[in-house]
């Protein structure tokens, strides 16, 4: 059999066990999304949801994060936008809206897997790459924490988005994408500045001025 052959059956093979661990790593998300309706933290209340609440329906508790500007609107007010939507087509039991809106960040916590695979797949080759998927699939801090509505939650895929585009010598996709993690969590910002600080200390000052040209568009 020519090489070029067994190489692509390789990759098939390799792509059709990621996907099936993506599926496997959906699955208990799905159900905690679903059916888990405890308080892991105080934030996924008052920093997500009860600002989103105030917006679709003029009433709720204002955090005094909100109040003073300590706490960016980005990502509560797309969950407040998918509520609107929810409440516009009749949805209002906690029990059925809530879940709803953990769809999304199941959705991201998944894309987070993928993510981590290209990442240690990129740095490692394909081997470390299914490892690293296998471990974030699966890590039961990921498992109770993945599908709640938080900042954090969204941020991961983010950074990993952010480090694959630097492993990819992207810095201005880079630079956009650390921008934009400031803007799911303020606190975000010295993971930016730490891979600015990074560059900078390589010596790399051309890569450090794209990734900052990168994030100015974003802020």
Known sequence: ??????????????????????????????????????????DEIFQMLEPAHRFVYGFGIQSWEFRDGARSWFLPGIVALLWKGLATLGLSD????????RMPFVAL??????????????????????FAALLTAFAPLALLLDFRCTTEAASAPFVLLALLAMVDCRMARAGAYWALLVFLRPAN???????????????KFRDGRRLALGALPVT
């Not at 910002?189 to 010596?203: D, E, N, S």
């Open 1 to 42: 059999m020519h090489p070029m052959s067994v190489k692509t059956l390789l990759d098939l093979a390799v792509r059709r066990r990621l996907l099936i661990l993506l599926a496997l790593a959906a699955l208990p998300r799905l159900w905690f999304a679903w059916f888990e309706h405890g308080v892991n933290h105080p």
């Open 94 to 101: 906690p029990l059925t809206v809530v879940p709803l809106l």
């Open 189 to 203: 910002a010295i993971l930016g500045l730490a891979a600015a600080a990074w560059l900078l200390l390589r010596g």
């Open 109 to 130: 916590a998944v894309y987070g897997v993928y993510l981590a695979s290209r990442l240690a797949g990129k740095m490692a080759g394909a081997r470390a790459g299914y």
